[in-house]
């Protein structure tokens, strides 16, 4: 028999170190900054009564509402400030560790497992939207639950995993609707290498089938609205065309958007690439004769578990892509965390294939990359600052004073955090700006302008305010954005920032 490794025989330990680590970066500076604009609209909607939730307008339905009546219930028990908003996603992203160790070791090995789990517990792409009021920590871990279930359903064969399946998929899918390319990814998973396995395909299928009937109701729903998506009226109307750079910065993104920890999992993965590899990998994962000679499962066979990781990553974006291009622009790369487990589980077989000492300072490169990162992301603002921003206008503003804020979908931002009684009006044309500079009696004017390139990309109204009013002076409020930015040693090289920008006018004698 086969020593134990220190690994093995200290997992338990392990995994809980690295939960501890993964819930103080989840939960370090939660309340720090303010909500930036989407985070606001999941505090609108989950403040709105059940019936409103699960009936949303159409321009919100193409969202499901788990989420938002998962939040509902804990801001009435714990309130809105952003500290406990915020603390549900950091919960679930926690759990979202130990799921992923979970996977890991049933895939491939309890050292894999730790490895992985140890990856998502300082990726800062994971920390940023365990720390955003947002349904994507709750995709993460519902989609880890369906796969984990799925996998052990098929490798067992017992009703308790089929039923969980069942549950954990429904779940997922009322959280996102991108979890529709995990069902597709696991129907074909089936079809493939379960087909000739009669009792485990019937039981697969039957459990696909409740699943499509759990999800029917809110399918309905994304099929009354696919018309104002295809059209571009809808909240996702925004979204571009994908282009290369954005597929690469999916992977990027993955990667702490760091070089460094792209040059690490770049080399991590060089050994799961390798000519020998990808044939030998082909012909175990796609010849039958070699399926029927492993004794348990597909699953147990540690090529089978990399091609399903390859087709869990590729498929999702795949299909995405697909959408994209035939149809309406969907591809965003946050929408594919849920593909981000099966990259961190590639690049932990990748390091497992490495000798025991290149592993661990190719692990401890990664730390103090994720580090120096975090220190960055900690101390500067990366969300929009629309309490700053509020808090500015009530300094210096005096009474009979006109808010513009440049869109009407904007307001919500500003006015959740401005406490003044002065007049807010969110406009988005010159039409509704000389509708509200005629309804509204003012010598002093302030113009918010934040999201500009869709909201009012052309720069109209300030352009119209400008030849009608004096500028008295101008601010504005910088974050930075860590998700589109490339950086080495915590330094950015390149990336993009969000800004709101103030303007104060008065009316031209």
């Not at 999916?250 to 390798?274: D, E």
């Not at 399903?308 to 697909?322: E, N, T, Y």
Request: proline share 3%; hydrophobic share 45%.
């Amino acid at each position: 028999m086969q020593a134990l490794s220190w690994i093995e025989k200290n997992k338990l330990i392990l995994i809980l170190l690295i939960c501890v680590l993964g819930f103080f970066l989840r939960f370090n500076n939660l309340g720090g900054e303010s909500y930036w604009f989407d985070e606001t609209m999941s505090l609108y909607f989950s403040q709105q009564d059940l019936g409103a939730i699960i009936n949303p307008p159409s321009y919100e339905a193409h969202i499901p509402p788990l989420y938002y009546l998962m939040l509902h219930f804990w801001i009435g028990l714990f309130g809105t400030s952003e500290f406990a908003v915020r603390s549900l996603s950091a919960i679930f992203g926690v759990l979202s560790i130990f799921a992923l160790y979970k996977l890991g070791k049933t895939l491939f090995n309890v050292k894999i497992a730790v490895y992985s789990s140890f990856i998502l517990a300082i990726s800062i792409f994971q920390i940023y939207f365990s720390q955003e009021a947002r349904m994507y920590s709750l995709l993460m871990l519902t989609t880890l639950l369906s796969i984990f279930f799925f996998v052990k359903s098929l490798n067992e064969n017992r009703k308790r995993y089929w039923v969980s399946y069942i549950i954990a998929s429904i779940l997922m899918l009322y959280t996102h609707a991108y979890g529709i390319f995990i069902i597709i990814l696991q129907f074909f998973c089936l079809l493939i290498y379960y087909r000739h396995e009669k009792g485990v395909f019937k039981k697969g299928f039957t459990a696909l089938s409740l699943i499509t009937a759990g999800f029917f109701p809110w399918l309905i729903k994304l099929l009354d609205v696919t018309p104002y998506v295809l059209e571009g009226s809808s909240a996702i109307g925004w979204i571009p065309q994908p282009d290369i750079i954005l597929i690469i910065g999916t992977i990027t993104v993955f990667c702490n958007s760091s070089v460094v920890s792209i040059l690490v999992f770049g080399y991590s993965l060089r050994s799961i690439f390798t000519l020998n590899n990808l044939k030998k990998r082909f012909a175990n994962s796609s010849s039958l004769e070699n399926l029927k000679r492993i004794k348990a499962c597909v699953f147990n066979s540690s090529n089978f578990s990399i091609t399903f990781c390859f087709m869990w990553i590729g498929i999702p974006i795949i299909l995405a892509l697909l959408i994209s291009f035939i149809f309406q622009p969907i591809y965003l790369p946050k929408y594919l965390i849920l593909v981000s487990p099966a990259f961190y589980l590639l690049v932990s077989k990748g390091l497992a294939n490495k000798n025991r000492k290149l592993r661990y300072i190719l692990l401890l490169i990664l730390l103090i990359d994720s580090a120096v990162i975090a220190y960055s992301y900690y101390t500067n603002p990366n969300k929009e600052q629309w309490r700053e921003a509020a808090f500015y206008v009530q300094e210096h503003e005096t009474v009979g004073d006109i808010i513009i804020v440049n869109a009407p979908w904007l307001k919500l931002s500003f006015e959740q955090y401005y406490t003044g009684s002065n007049v807010i009006v969110g406009v988005q044309t010159t039409d509704q700006l000389s509708e509200a500079l005629l309804t509204n009696e003012h010598d002093k004017l302030w113009l918010i302008l934040s999201h500009d390139n869709v909201a009012d990309p052309d720069g109209e109204v300030k352009t119209r305010l400008n030849d009608s009013h004096q500028l008295n002076e101008e601010s504005e409020f910088v974050s930075q954005d860590i998700l589109n930015s490339i950086s080495i040693l915590g330094y950015p090289i390149t990336g993009d920032s969000s800004v709101i920008k103030i303007y104060y006018y008065s009316k031209q004698p």
